[in-house]
């Protein structure tokens, strides 16, 4: 059968399928379905003119199943017996794999609190970490960093919360200050697996009205095995706006308000009866099964909180009724929602099974009316585990947790989820409100009963606790029960019928034993005979007419429904199992004429118009991928017609999205229509529509042309868009499960989408397998033991569909059947005969010839890192195996296994369009035990009967997989012939077989042969380990390919020299003209011992050799024609200027060379239009007088100064020196610039023309300033510092591993055959360095190309070589912590061969960000030393230093590679100074060496201009030293230039390597594949025998300098009055002001105390010093302390340098009082108010960056500034600032307080201004005399007077009688 021939028909198939639907249902039924195809083509002749007829009647009224639509689809879906074949045997399973998160805690902002210590503490599942504390600031800095592992597959990775949050730290417990929660999916979903320097917003999950309650920088990364991490410079910069930089996905909105999600439970029905714990077990026993033995219950998770319904006693239809709802910030950064429904056991509860609802999948982000909310059902989840069978203990409770593929129907829920935006706090919201009005009477009663038992209720005792507004604004998850709205019950149920037939049931695995093997196909619980009689669904059903009707079981087969007189079974005829011929491990059931067959009946609410749409969905992204398939085979043959091709698919997708929105708009009435379900299909309106408008443009394409890939890619992004909205999250019908048992055991199993076998009239909405036969292997269930094989291979025919549609279940049968009832059935009056089974009465003869040509690419199975390869070709009931080719993964067998006498049934046509397929499977044999399984594939064979013409098949490769491994290619075709009965023997003869019996592949079968060259470079063999306990020491290289190959000469001693002194040899060969089917070519490396032996090291198999055919010659010869081209150029030197500015665009270099970029118009904006500018204006810069150019510069420096360039160069200034670091941060900077303009490459991208463009423009000024090495110029100007280039990466990746001249293999050793082994490093023994070219052979067999193999030409010789390198090691960041606390103490170690050199002693206490800056020489001889090891250990006082990670560089590769990677070129030319010259040799040198070694004519230096070959370089050769002098000539400058637009000359272009730093990641072996850090470094080599260089560049890390910072606290203003008078209510402050530089908190200071201040002034002169250590370049403080007691090194941390001043209240009985707290960054001063009314909080809250100034210029400042607590003004400050270096200092030193030298004088306080508690008289005085004077004075008068009084009337009486007596 030819793939052309079948095409058109299968394609008038579809066209007419929806008319032939119609037709079929007024004819005879039985015949006509049976024998329509035999009816040929007559039939649908008469069909079409029908059709043209009825077309123009309906056209208009019913597009639903008008032509129109169905000629769209028709493509999607040919009409077919067979499904498509699936070369993949199991498909992907979910494997554990390593994760590692990273989380650096970099900062946090504006957190709310006053007088706060805060602490970070992370927690992802049970670990827990935490960050140090840092004491009394809202904006603490950490900079800590922390590692998580885990071990797991990814889904499950996925699901972890992090949570960090920020607590108050205290004594006696901590106070939560806010949260923040985001899992793991959505940073691994973020672009390169993390978020970098982003701010996450902090909530109080216990008040969700209050806001944010903070900021806090992180960098959070996911990273798997494998996945590359960017290497991020962080940028300093100290106003960086949060609200633009928060952490949350692109897209969704900065303002996240909160929302409550509802996750509404109404009932489950159909659940597992089985009660797990072995108590039910014995209960069971004495009760028997009268009742359900499960107490069920759902639990809900989502993003970390768990909310739970209560449980329903001895039910498996339980009837819920609540509602959990979780309140969320909205969108979520946790995406799935986990419902498992657990039963409640005696002793511990069991999960019956779980689901996950993925929210992206039920809600829309897009903006505008286009998104929707997340939103879902009501409608049915379908949940399934682990298999019901009664045994005491499940063996597969994991998927019962969600781990791995669920193999059985659990039951299913009824569950809606809403979610409500919140606007402003958390209100009671309409939503909820309805639903407490309906059950506030019933929640007493019915509500708190359950509560009470229920143990595990968190609800439930909250519920008495916490008052109702508590609970409606925390986070907590609330619980509670809502009444059911009457709409939703009245679901409709419709029958619907599974129907599916046997045609072949072998490869059965024979440990299933020889009982009898009967196979249950089960749709939910219809037609599960585990479960007894009661397996319907709920056993009772609501019909359409409200009564209700006892659902219909088939359990038995003597079991009939009358209604229908249709035997309804779902297991087949127990049969037993034969042996299968030539194969004694497999087994099959004898399906030959009879194909048994099934039939359940079961009911299920009709929403199946969702699978519909996601059918139609599915065909048209599968129509895609197949059409892209074929493109890209296409390509290989021609560049148009793949272009053609692609163009018809993206039409026929755009008229497929059109006939798709015309349908879905067309909605039927009467359907229930879940919210989700409107949304869903709006959603597919819109991306279709979107989608296809690309596709529009792509197709007409107005403007530019669209490369090919480029088309590809986009159609690529549509097939995955389209894929995402296929997977429909409403389940309707469950899946259908394919069992089979052993004597009623389960074995095996086969679990089939209901969506993929649904039958509808519409033949785009079928299901891709509806009526098909369609090939199944059934898996075990649960985990699969490693090496498993096929446990069975099922041949099935599956139909699902309504019952109203069962006209047309066996439509698409294998025509030539008759129906065999079972003989107990009336088969009278039966509406659609079901057969028990079909008899197909024909027999066939047929021979399959399987070709089995060769392999390539397979898994080694053995020790040493090859197999024994044979293959074992099963078809139908026979099995044939190839001979075994020892030792080898790319076996060529050459073998045809002939199967004779093959029988069929049915109609030979159809067989020979839909034949069975072939399964083979690839085995390694192992001279002990059993032979290992490799992998496996299938294929379909070419059909050709007796009456066609033989045409021999083409051989093709088929892709091998075992498990979830790729295990290569088999080249091989099968071809299927009829046996004519007539002439038994007229079939194609065969070749003779050879002495074995083994008949070759036939000639015109085997691809055709031509000669080829190949031509081996055999440079040297490296890094080999062991082999059997011995070194290696006399290893050889074997190259082999298709049986013919060469040797390499012997290495006589490995360790002296492992070069081989043949360089190198050539063989001819004969490969297939075809370069798809060349065979793999081997490289084998042996190791010759004593006596002769010889032993395989290892191996390397080169699957494809394209990359090393060469095809034309590049003699020597070619060159001069293309000299000739360019020598037009010459003639004009100006007109090539343009081509060259452009060139040097990609080149990322640090200036644009040649005068012509000195023009304004070139520079100013670098755009991709550079190079079509018009040759006019550079030819006219290019000519003009040096004095224009003069003003043209100075204009540039006009540009470039801004504010903050001046700012960080008098930074640099002040320093006053300018040294490496100097140049480092420099190009720092410039990388963070040039990040913005360009991509990767180097290419200019999208230009967003920002001022980042000047920032590019001042490195790339000074070429000609700089030459000029004058001081007076450096001053003149602002220093413009040279850069060097940092790559994120290792240099290797830059430079394609410097593979230009000798390419790398590797070695490999050891089995492959099992995941963990795949890749490995333990598998490589060694690498082999070489190369080979591959042509065809020369006419006249000469031998040489003027004398040698081509593949010489360039190669250097492989003498050892002494070599000086030098090793930097600038610093190394994210190292993995390796010590308990979470740091590490890190050192270098490096290796070279012998040489060991250990920097312990220079280890760096307590660091994950080291500054090494070291730099070490190792003398070494290539290429025995040639690999060099950077370790980085951490060190430890006690036990061994453990090794954090290291990296590994080839430097041989580097010091031959044409990329001259011995020493970086620098971006200038200086002599002296930081940037000196580095390279031993100059410029000029180089130039005129590499200029020999191409060939090429040059230099030619003329002043102003270089020549090299054909181009012409221009640029300053004249410089004057000073005024006075005479010039000087140098052509250094311009050759600089020259060679670092190298790439650009022709013959000869490679990019050099520049001047560099390279960052390198370091891996440790335990974590393959994980970072473990990176470390940057370069590393300069220099051959002894040129001239030494000089010496070392240092680049030692700065020391800190020391300062120290003297703040005079002068006076206070307006502080707010804390206490209040006792006796009069007056209210006064006792002001003291606190300082100290954060960082340093145990120097804190604080003032005198300024007693009674009744205004809230107080009065100071005090002196505060702080010394500290500080890092101008870096702005970053350095602190060196102890972390606590126990550490014996001091940590040393960069932290900003940020001063912190606080206003207390001094109390003497209780804990002082905080008034208010300012923090000042020394960098960003906010300027000082001149007077204290003027002072306000603008000053530090709003200032501007205008309005900062740094102390470090300043040096002086003095005003007012505010205090702040809690966002108010609370105080002012006039203070003096004063900032010194530790010189300085120690020349005028001043003292603390009021000391000397220097004292301050004391302050004038008021005479109020004292301590009561000291001086109580003073108190009195101040207190009460000064107020009540005169009070005091009255009293005392008055007391005076009163004294008098009484006494006067005291004495009055004795004195008159005194006087009467006295007389």
Request: charged share 25%; glycine share 6%.
């Amino acid at each position: 059968m030819e793939p052309s021939a079948v095409a058109p028909q299968a394609h008038r198939k579809g066209l007419f399928a929806g008319v032939k639907l119609k037709k079929k249902k007024k004819g005879k039924k039985g015949l006509t379905i049976a024998n329509k195809d035999a009816l040929g083509d007559h039939d649908e002749n008469a069909d079409l003119h029908h059709d043209t007829l009825r077309r123009q009647e309906e056209r208009e009224e019913d597009l639903m199943n008008s032509d129109a639509l169905s000629n769209v689809f028709g493509s999607l879906s040919p009409k077919r017996k067979r499904a498509k074949l699936v070369t993949r045997i199991h498909e992907e399973e979910m494997k554990s794999q390593n994760y590692q998160i990273a989380i650096t805690i970099i900062e946090a902002r504006q957190l709310v609190g006053e007088n706060i210590d805060p602490v970070v503490i992370i927690e992802i599942g049970d670990e827990k970490k935490q960050t140090t504390v840092k004491e009394g600031t809202n904006a603490p800095f950490y900079n800590e960093y922390f590692v998580f592992d885990f071990v797991g597959p990814q889904v499950f990775l996925f699901d972890k919360i992090i949570n960090i949050s920020v607590m108050h730290n205290k004594l006696i417990g901590s106070v939560l200050i806010g949260s923040f929660k985001v899992d793991l999916g959505t940073v691994y979903g973020q672009p390169g697996h993390r978020f970098c320097d982003k701010w996450a917003l902090l909530t109080d999950p216990a008040d969700i009205r209050m806001g944010a309650k903070g900021y806090l920088k992180c960098d959070i990364s996911v990273t798997g095995k494998g996945d590359a991490i960017q290497a991020m410079q962080k940028t300093a910069d100290t106003e960086e706006q949060i609200e633009k930089n928060l952490l949350i996905p692109k897209g969704f909105p900065s303002e996240r308000p909160w929302a409550r999600f509802y996750v509404r439970i109404y009932k489950a029905e159909g659940l597992p009866k089985m009660n797990s714990s072995i108590m039910a077990n014995v209960t069971k026993a004495f009760i028997g099964d009268s009742k359900d033995l499960v107490d069920p219950y759902v639990v809900v998770m989502f993003a970390g909180q768990m909310g739970r319904t209560t449980v329903q006693k001895n039910c498996a239809d339980p009837v819920w009724h609540e509602q959990i709802i979780f309140k969320e910030m909205f969108p979520p950064l946790c995406r799935r929602v986990k419902i498992q429904v657990w039963d409640e056991g005696s002793v511990n509860d069991v999960a019956l099974a779980t689901h996950f609802i993925d929210l992206k999948k039920i809600s829309n982000e897009q903006d505008g009316d286009k998104g929707f909310l997340p939103t879902f059902g009501p409608a049915w989840i379908n949940l399934y585990g682990s298999p019901r069978n009664h045994s005491l203990m499940d063996d597969h409770q994991e998927l019962n947790e969600g781990f791995g593929e669920g193999v059985s129907f659990r039951g299913r829920l009824f569950l809606e989820i809403a979610v409500e935006i919140l606007s402003g706090g958390a209100r009671e919201s309409k939503f909820s409100s309805i639903i407490k009005d309906i059950k506030l009477p019933s929640k007493d009663k019915d509500f708190k009963a359950p509560k009470g038992k229920d143990k595990t209720e968190k609800a439930g005792e909250d519920r008495k606790s916490a008052s109702p507004s508590d609970k409606m604004n925390s986070t907590q998850v609330e619980v509670e029960p809502f009444d059911m709205p009457s709409e939703i019950y009245e679901e409709k149920f419709e029958e619907f019928l599974l129907f599916g037939t046997f045609f072949e049931a072998t490869m059965i695995d024979r440990k299933v034993g020889d009982k009898p093997i009967t196979f249950e196909v089960s749709i939910g619980n219809f037609g599960n005979i585990t479960d007894g009689v009661s397996a319907g669904a709920g056993g009772k059903k609501k019909t359409r007419d409200g009564e209700a009707e006892e659902s219909l079981l088939h359990e038995g087969e003597d079991e009939i429904s009358y209604d229908l007189g249709v035997p309804l079974i779902s297991t087949t005829p127990p049969e037993k199992p034969l042996i299968t011929s030539g194969n004694r491990n497999y087994q099959y059931l004898p399906y030959d004429e009879r194909k048994p067959c099934i039939c359940v009946k079961s009911y299920w609410g009709n929403q199946t118009f969702r699978l519909y749409s996601s059918n139609t969905l599915e065909k048209m992204a599968d129509h895609l991928e197949e059409s892209l398939e074929q493109v890209k085979d296409l390509i290989k043959v021609s560049e148009i017609a793949s272009e053609e091709k692609i163009r018809t698919t993206l039409n026929d997708f755009i008229n497929q999205s059109r006939a798709f929105i015309i349908i879905a708009e067309k909605k039927p009435k009467g359907l229930h229509y879940t919210a989700l379900d409107k949304k869903r299909l709006m959603l597919f309106k819109q991306e279709l529509e979107a989608m296809s408008s690309d596709a529009k443009g792509i197709v007409q394409q107005q403007k530019k042309k669209m490369p090919l890939d480029e088309m590809m890619r986009k159609t690529q992004s549509f097939i995955d868009k389209i894929r995402f909205l296929v997977d429909e999250p409403q389940n309707t019908v469950p899946d259908v499960f394919i069992w089979m048992l052993s004597s009623n055991k389960r074995v095996a199993y086969a679990r089939v989408p209901a969506k993929t076998i649904l039958y509808s009239a519409a033949t785009e909405q079928r299901g891709k397998d509806c009526g098909k036969i369609k090939t199944h292997f059934l898996k075990l269930p649960g985990k699969r033991p490693l090496g498993w094989t096929v446990q069975a291979k099922v041949d099935i025919y599956l139909w699902l569909g309504p019952a109203s549609c069962a006209h047309s279940i066996m439509e698409n049968l294998p025509v030539g059947y008759e129906t065999e009832l079972p003989s107990n059935t009336n088969s009278g009056h039966s509406v659609v005969p079901s057969p028990a089974c079909l008899l197909y009465k024909t027999p066939h003869l047929f021979q399959l010839r399987a070709h089995m040509y060769q392999a390539r690419g397979l898994i080694a199975a053995d020790s040493t890192g090859l197999s024994d390869p044979f293959a074992k070709v099963t078809f139908t009931s026979h099995c044939q195996t190839t001979k075994i080719i020892s030792q080898t993964l790319s076996p060529t067998w050459n073998q045809m296994l002939l199967f004779n006498s093959i029988v069929l049934h049915g109609d030979r046509e159809e067989i020979a369009q839909f034949p069975p397929e072939i399964v083979i499977e690839l085995y390694d044999d192992d001279a002990v035990g059993k032979a290992e399984y490799i992998g496996s594939t299938v294929a379909a064979p070419v059909v050709r009967l007796a009456d066609q013409n033989y045409e021999p098949p083409k051989l093709s490769y088929h892709p091998v997989y075992c498990g979830n491994l790729s295990g290569g290619d088999l080249l091989a075709a099968f071809e299927l012939l009829e046996i004519p009965e007539s002439d038994p023997d007229g079939i194609p003869p065969l070749d003779p077989p050879d002495v074995g019996q083994v008949y070759p592949v036939p000639a015109n079968i085997r691809p055709v042969l031509s000669k080829y060259r190949v031509e081996v470079l055999f440079w040297g063999v490296r890094e080999l380990k062991k082999v059997q306990l011995l070194s290696v020491d006399r290893p050889q290289v074997l190259i082999e390919c298709a049986g013919k190959g060469v040797k390499s000469s012997v290495i006589q001693s490995y360790k002296k020299n492992p070069n081989f002194s043949g360089l190198a040899d050539w063989f001819e060969v004969e490969l297939p003209e075809n370069e798809l089917l060349h065979p793999p070519l081997s490289i084998c490396v042996v190791d010759w011992r004593a006596f002769g032996r010889s032993t395989l090291v290892g191996t390397h198999t080169i699957n494809c050799l394209k990359q090393f055919l060469c095809k034309t010659q590049l003699g020597p010869q070619d060159t001069p024609n293309r000299l000739d081209i360019v020598e037009i150029e010459k003639a004009s030197p100006e007109s090539s200027q343009p081509a060259e500015l452009s060139r040097e665009e990609p080149c990322l270099a640090d200036h644009i060379y040649a005068e012509v970029d000195q023009g304004k118009c070139t520079v100013v904006e670098p755009d991709p239009s550079l190079t079509t500018l018009p040759a006019a204006e550079p030819e006219h810069s290019a000519s003009e007088p040096g004095k224009e150019r003069k003003q043209k510069d100075m204009k540039k420096f006009i540009l470039r100064s801004t504010k903050r360039r001046k700012r960080t160069i008098a930074e640099e200034s002040a320093e006053n020196v300018i040294d490496w670091w100097s140049k480092y941060y420099a190009s720092v900077l410039k990388m963070q610039k040039a990040k913005g303009i360009f991509s990767s490459e180097g290419k200019p991208e999208d230009n967003k023309q920002t001022s980042d463009h000047i920032a590019l423009i001042i490195e790339e000024e000074p070429d000609k300033m700089k030459k000029d090495k004058t001081l007076k110029n450096k001053q003149k100007e602002t220093p413009n510092l040279a850069t060097l280039q940092i790559y994120e990466g290792d240099l290797e990746s830059e430079f394609n591993n410097f593979e230009d001249w000798v390419k790398t293999f590797q070695l490999l050793r050891g089995k492959s055959n099992d995941e963990v082994h795949a890749d490995s490093e333990d598998r490589i023994i060694g690498k082999f360095k070489g190369s080979f070219c591959i042509y065809p052979s020369p006419e006249d067999g000469s031998l040489l190309d003027g004398g040698q193999p081509r593949i010489l030409q360039g190669i250097p010789s492989n003498h050892s070589v002494k070599v000086l390198i030098r090793i930097y090691i600038v610093a190394a960041f994210n190292l993995s912590p390796a010590d308990p606390d979470g740091k590490s103490d890190p050192y270098i170690v490096l290796r070279l061969g012998n040489t060991e050199i250990k920097d312990r002693e220079n280890y760096i206490p307590k660091q994950l960000n080291p500054v090494f800056g070291r730099s070490f020489e190792i003398q070494a001889t290539f290429p025995k030393d040639s690999l060099l090891t950077v370790l980085i250990y951490d060190h430890d006082f006690v036990g061994t230093d453990d090794l954090i990670g290291e990296t590994k560089i080839d430097l041989e590769n580097r010091f031959y590679s044409r990329h001259r990677a011995t020493c970086g070129l620098q971006s200038q030319y200086e002599l002296e100074g930081y940037n000196a010259w580095r390279d031993a040799t100059k410029p000029s040198e180089i130039l005129t060496k590499l200029c020999k070694d191409y060939r090429i004519s040059g230099p030619f230096m003329r002043p102003g201009e270089i020549q090299v070959g054909t181009k012409v370089f221009k640029g300053q050769t004249v410089f004057t030293e000073d005024d006075d002098e005479e010039p000087v000539e140098s052509y250094e400058h311009l050759s600089l230039k020259v060679l670092r637009a190298w790439e650009e000359i022709p013959g000869a272009g490679y990019r050099l390597v520049p001047e560099h730093i390279e960052t390198r990641p370091l891996y440790h072996k335990d974590k393959p594949g994980m970072e473990q850090g990176r470390v940057q470094m370069w590393v300069d080599m220099f051959p002894k025998d040129m001239p030494l260089p000089g010496p070392p560049v240092d680049i030692s890390p700065r020391k800190p300098k020391g300062y120290e910072l003297r703040v005079i606290i002068w006076n206070t203003e307006d502080v707010i009055l804390e206490d209040e008078n006792i006796f009069t209510g007056q209210k006064s402050s006792d002001i003291y002001v606190k300082g100290w530089i954060k960082g340093l908190e145990e120097d804190k200071q604080e003032t005198d105390v300024h007693y009674n201040s009744l205004t809230g002034e107080g009065n100071f002169n005090w002196r505060f010093v702080f010394p500290f250590h500080y890092l101008p370049a870096e702005k970053q403080m350095v602190v060196s302390k102890r972390e606590n007691i126990f550490s014996l090194e001091k940590t040393e941390r960069k932290i900003p340098a940020e001063l912190v001043l606080q206003v207390w209240d001094f109390e003497r009985l209780s804990s002082d009082d905080f008034l208010g707290t300012l923090e000042l960054n020394l960098n960003g001063f906010p300027r000082a108010a001149k007077t204290a009314k003027s002072c306000d909080l603008g000053i530090v809250v709003a200032a501007s960056e205008e309005n900062k100034m740094s102390i470090f210029q300043q040096k002086r400042i003095r005003g007012w500034w505010p205090f702040i607590k809690a966002g108010e003004l609370t105080g002012k400050v006039e203070a003096e600032f004063h900032l010194v270096t530790a010189e300085e200092a120690e020349k005028n030193p001043v003292g603390k307080a009021r000391k000397e030298p220097e004292p301050l004088e004391k302050p004038n306080r008021p005479d109020t201004s004292f301590s009561w508690f000291v001086n109580p008289f003073k108190c009195l005085y101040h207190l009460i005399w000064r107020n009540y004077k005169k009070y005091i004075i009255i009293g005392i008068i008055l007391l005076i007077l009163v004294v008098f009084l009484v006494l006067f009337i005291y004495t009055l009486p004795g004195a008159i009688s005194h006087r009467i007596v006295v007389g």
